[in-house]
């Protein structure tokens, strides 16, 4: 059941009425059916799979407790270690024992050792990355005795299961939202409102721009050996897009959707491709996940405090972990790596902090610098996601091998029956809304609200893709 | 919460009347459109007078050459539609019945496509513009599961099939954007060949089809003349027994599937290049005019 989807137009008014009308008693029916409602959610993709979400929420609930609860520091030690190693251990297992078993069959018969690997036939249970973070960030916090373990275990289920966040985030934190969950949740309309717009803009972005840049970015990417030079550059812009918008999306969504039920959640994104570097660039995208590798895994390994050499050694860590978290794949890592190379120069020159505050231009020759350094870091982020979206880093070095090697910029008719350039007046045209609108959440709030919101309105139903149905890319993250 | 049912009414209401009001758009552009493919090109059109129409599949479309049979001296146009099964044939003629066409002849490409009585989604849905407007179209939809969603629900047609009826191809329609669906009196010529080619007809079943049936009834109620046959295959093909069991069903379709044997005349195991079509085409009008 997909945010974008007939079934869950069906779903999300029943839940709210059921909430709001029917189960408004207290906090604890609030909870109670927002539970309901999200393993319900969960189990349209596979019930299965329930079990096991059921299994890593108690997991974390119950040792958390114990963590509090002991006295010995060895005792503390066993449990967090013990609830780590089973969380890792089944994300391990679902997501990446096929890709360990491939590439060390690979090595060894790189040496001359024929071995052939041993796969497991299973499905990646959807979100587990995400719920699997969630509950590895309270129970690390409790260690750290941060936080208060919570008894409550509703209230600490729905923190993990919370259908709007719980298969591609943002990955909440347990002192953000448990205390939301924590009180009954009155009604508030502006609130309300927003979420609405929110959910729209959101909905725009993933049916508009992500599945229509999807469309054209499959076509280049899947043919990409018979595309010309334009072609190859569009496909990466196209695709640059398809993962904002897709990704973003969603979390706009997620986001819209949670405050209809009183509950903020993070914010995941904000505005990254207008950003002037790169370290920007990830303060903007994904922001949940790369805040959490900074404070549970940058931080803890020394961070920024042991000299430019740690400082590097962490960087790498981390980027190298995040590409490896969005999948068992070298594209992945390679992706990671790239980032972290262009994060180097400036942490050597300890710039990675200059651009803070949201970008604005002037007609000065200034902001000719800073429009160029947005162009540049757009541009290296573009290059970056081939490897993302390539099948292989191979077919990634064809790509961009192509791509400088080709130099025909003529239009180029695409497996998809459209032109490549074609979409290029649709991506203008959002662009320059996100900038207009750069200081808030969404376009649609403020002045003309009615009138921006038929203008959304006309966008999902005019030119969205519907019967190309596309899947939201971090469903399978 | 008050504030917020009545926010919520107005913005569903609102939706309702975009909804409303961009179907009517929609439609009335494709109402004036008559030059992008074959179907609105019959719907919006005015009494034509053929000696051959040609309906099916690809299989008709690749594989007959109009301009062969216009050589002959007969006034003749390749309705035949890549990917349409015969529940769009069907409908097409109707349409053409309906709008006073004067036809001698209808030769049915029917083979592979008497397998099913589906409507094939990416020519079916070229249709739904008109399901308002046509009592025939109406009727002939209304059998499918789908029919109160697309016929009731404003805009829901262009939404699900937006791919061939959506935005793009209103924009095309508005700005009478041509094709080359009609050039060649419709036919449309395959080029090359692949080399290795293959089928596997083996899953294929013939059924007793009731759009078939409905061709005939309508052939028969208005004296035009039914040249049904079935059309050549490569010679890596399994399952061929499938044309006997279908002339089994159907005693009186004509099996031309074996007159093209030589692989190079085909681009594509189910589809003749266009030297295949010539030598096809001519053996067609020798048996049959």
Redesign the interface.
Same mark, same amino acid.
């Given at each position: 059941m997909f945010f974008n989807s007939l079934s869950f137009a069906i779903f999300l008014p029943i839940v709210f009425i059921l909430y /709001?009308f029917v189960f408004n008693k207290n906090k604890s029916t609030q909870n109670s059916i927002l539970i309901i409602a999200s393993y319900y959610f969960y189990s349209c993709w596979d019930w299965r799979f329930l079990f096991l979400l059921v299994f890593s929420t108690f997991l974390v609930y119950y040792t958390g407790i114990q963590i509090e609860k002991a006295k010995k520091e060895s005792v503390r030690k066993f449990w967090f270690w013990l609830t780590i190693t089973i969380n890792l251990g089944l994300l391990g297992v679902f997501k990446y024992y096929n890709f360990f078993s491939t590439s060390f069959s690979d090595f060894m018969n790189g040496f001359g050792l024929q071995t052939s690997p041993i796969l497991l036939n299973v499905l990646l249970p959807v979100g587990i990355s995400f719920y699997t973070f969630h509950g590895l960030s309270y129970v690390i916090d409790i260690y750290l005795k941060r936080i208060k373990a919570e008894y409550n275990f509703v209230d600490y289920s729905l923190f993990v299961s919370y259908f709007p966040l719980l298969v591609a985030g943002p990955i909440e934190r347990a002192t953000h939202l448990l205390p939301q969950v924590k009180v009954k949740r009155d009604?508030d309309?502006q609130k #309300?409102?927003e979420g &609405?717009f929110q959910f729209i803009w959101g909905l725009v972005k993933k049916v508009v721009i992500a599945d229509t840049c999807a469309t054209y970015a499959n076509a280049i990417f899947d043919n990409h050996e018979s595309m010309n030079s334009l072609s190859l550059v569009l496909g990466a812009v196209y695709f640059a897009f398809q993962i904002y918008g897709d990704f973003s999306g969603y979390s706009d969504m997620a986001l819209g959707m949670s405050k209809l039920f009183g509950i903020d959640l993070l914010r995941n994104f904000n505005y990254p491709y207008f950003s002037r570097d790169i370290a920007e660039f990830w303060r903007r995208w994904h922001i949940s996940l790369s805040s959490w590798f900074r404070d549970y895994l940058y931080i803890p390994l020394g961070g920024s405090s042991g000299g430019m050499a740690m400082k590097i050694r962490n960087t790498f860590i981390i980027f190298l972990v995040s590409g490896f978290w969005h999948g068992a794949n070298w594209t992945f890592i390679a992706w990671g790596f790239i980032n972290a190379l262009y994060f180097l120069p400036l942490l050597v020159l300890k710039t990675n902090r200059s651009n803070m505050e949201m970008v604005s231009l002037r007609w000065n020759l200034n902001s000719v610098r800073v429009f160029f350094n947005i162009l540049s870091t757009f541009a290296l982020t573009c290059l970056a996601w081939i490897f993302f979206r390539a099948k292989s880093i191979g077919d990634a070095f064809d790509y961009i091998k192509r791509m400088f090697s080709n130099l025909s910029f003529d239009a180029q008719y695409l497996e998809n029956e459209?032109y490549n350039y074609e979409l290029l007046l649709i991506i203008f045209a959002f662009v320059a809304v996100e900038w207009n609108f750069k200081n808030q959440v969404e376009p649609i709030s403020g002045k003309n609200s /009615?009138l921006k =919101?038929?203008f959304c =309105?006309?966008a999902i &139903? #005019? =030119?969205?893709?519907?019967?190309?149905y596309k899947e939201f890319i971090y469903f399978q993250f | 919460m008050k504030k917020f049912i009545g926010f919520a009414a107005k913005v569903l209401i609102l939706i309702l009347l975009l909804l409303a009001l961009l179907d009517v758009l929609y439609t009335v552009v494709y109402l004036q459109a008559s030059n992008r493919g074959k179907i609105d090109y019959v719907y919006n059109s005015k009494p034509r007078i053929y000696d051959v129409v040609i309906l099916g599949s690809s299989r008709a479309n690749n594989h007959f050459v109009t301009q062969l049979f216009e050589e002959k001296g007969l006034k003749a146009f390749n309705y035949g539609m890549s990917g349409g099964h015969l529940f769009e044939a069907s409908l097409l003629l109707k349409l053409m019945i309906e709008r006073k066409y004067k036809i001698q002849n209808v030769i049915i490409e029917t083979d592979l496509n008497l397998s099913n009585e589906k409507r094939a989604e990416g020519i079916a849905s070229k249709f739904l513009p008109y399901i308002h407007s046509s009592r025939l179209i109406e009727n002939h939809f209304s059998q499918e599961d789908d029919f109160s969603e697309l016929f009731y629900i404003p805009f829901y047609r262009y939404l699900k099939f937006d791919s061939s009826i959506g935005f793009r191809e209103m924009y095309k329609c508005l700005t009478f954007q041509p094709t080359n669906t009609l050039k060649n009196g419709g036919f449309y010529a395959l080029k090359g060949n692949n080399g290795k080619m293959k089928n596997n007809l083996s899953a294929l079943k013939p059924i007793q089809n009731k759009y078939y049936e409905e061709i005939k009834q309508i052939c028969a109620d208005n004296k035009i003349n039914l040249i049904a046959v079935m059309t050549p295959m490569c010679s890596n093909t399994k399952g061929l027994d499938y044309f006997k069991k279908a002339n089994k069903i159907y005693p009186e379709i004509h099996n031309y599937e074996n007159v093209v044997d030589n692989d190079k005349y085909f681009s594509s195991c189910g589809h003749m290049n266009n030297e295949g079509a010539k030598l096809f085409t001519s053996r067609i009008i020798k048996d049959f005019f």
């Open positions: /709001w009604f309309f #309300a409102k &609405v459209r /009615w =919101l038929s =309105l006309i &139903v #005019a =030119l969205g893709t519907f019967s190309d | -």
